[in-house]
């Protein structure tokens, strides 16, 4: 899965919130594990930080009293943590310390923010892996991938989900973009890489495409939606309807199982970590 971003996005400012356990791209949940501590943070180094956010807390409550922001211990560290969305690749680090003042305890976080790197869809040659991940985070960038890409993907996706999958290219299958094997039943797949909603004269075209090669059971796959009276005939002749939403909840789902058990991010080469903020953590 990439790790290694650029689109545009500034790294240290993401707006990522360090108590959101969720995917800032994708709101899916984050897998996180405890990682080894990277800054050699010191009060002096935080300091300045801390006064900061007072200052900015007084610019809109006003001024304090002197013993609100007075701290009565030294720097504590609490703990580094890694977190991953296994869906679209993205990853937060987070180091957390802690210091009290004499009514407050203050956590401050340090981090860094993975972001997406900027791919040509277009392009062949883009490995499917790459692809998967990039229309998570790029979902309306479906309409421009190449068209044999997008089968290989969508085969891809499949696969993770359990089905046996042979792509048939661009031979005379008759409108048959995929077979799909699953126990004892084969299924024909035609995919639709349009921005145009299918019509139902579509839909019937590939269920003469699935008679001719002997198949009972049909998915339409389009990155668009189905016109009125599609989901009709389908119904009638055993053919799933799979839209734009139902493909990136099937896409999203694979991303998942594929990645389940690989959380393998090399973060041995950062040397410090960005100040993100500083919160109060309870009253004493």
């Known amino acids: 899965m990439i790790i290694e971003y650029k689109d545009g996005i500034d790294p240290t400012i993401t707006g990522?919130?360090?108590h959101d356990y969720k995917c800032m791209y994708c709101d899916l949940k984050l897998k996180c594990e405890p990682a080894k501590k990277i800054t050699k943070m010191t009060m002096r180094k935080v300091k300045p930080h801390f006064i900061e956010h007072k200052n900015a807390m007084e610019e809109i409550h006003g001024p304090f009293e002197n013993w609100y922001f007075k701290t009565v211990t030294g720097l504590n560290y609490e703990g580094t943590r890694l977190a991953k969305c296994l869906a679209c690749g993205w990853w937060s680090i987070v180091e957390e310390y802690w210091i009290a003042a004499e009514w407050q305890i203050w956590q401050l976080f340090y981090g860094l923010d993975g972001i997406i790197k900027d791919i040509n869809v277009a392009d062949a040659s883009v490995p499917i892996n790459e692809l998967r991940s990039f229309l998570i985070r790029k979902y309306t960038k479906r309409f421009y991938v190449n068209p044999k890409s997008f089968e290989h993907l969508a085969a891809s996706v499949f696969s993770d989900l359990g089905y046996n999958t042979v792509c048939t290219g661009y031979?005379?299958?008759?409108?048959?973009?995929l077979i799909l094997n699953n126990n004892s039943n084969t299924i024909g797949v035609q995919i639709k890489r349009t921005k145009n909603n299918i019509k139902v004269e579509q839909i019937r075209a590939f269920l003469g495409a699935m008679v001719v090669n002997g198949y009972n059971k049909g998915f339409f796959v389009s990155?668009?939606?189905?016109q009125s009276g599609c989901n009709k005939i389908a119904n009638r002749v055993g053919i799933e309807l799979i839209n734009a939403s139902k493909f990136y909840d099937a896409l999203k789902e694979a991303?998942?199982?594929h990645y389940n058990d690989e959380f393998a991010i090399d973060h041995s080469s950062f040397s410090h970590l960005h100040f993100i903020g500083c919160y109060p953590m309870n009253s004493l």
Do not use: A, L, V, Y
């Open 223 to 226: 990155t668009s939606n189905f």
């Open 16 to 18: 990522s919130n360090p």
């Open 255 to 257: 991303q998942i199982i």
């Open 171 to 177: 031979s005379k299958d008759g409108g048959i973009d």
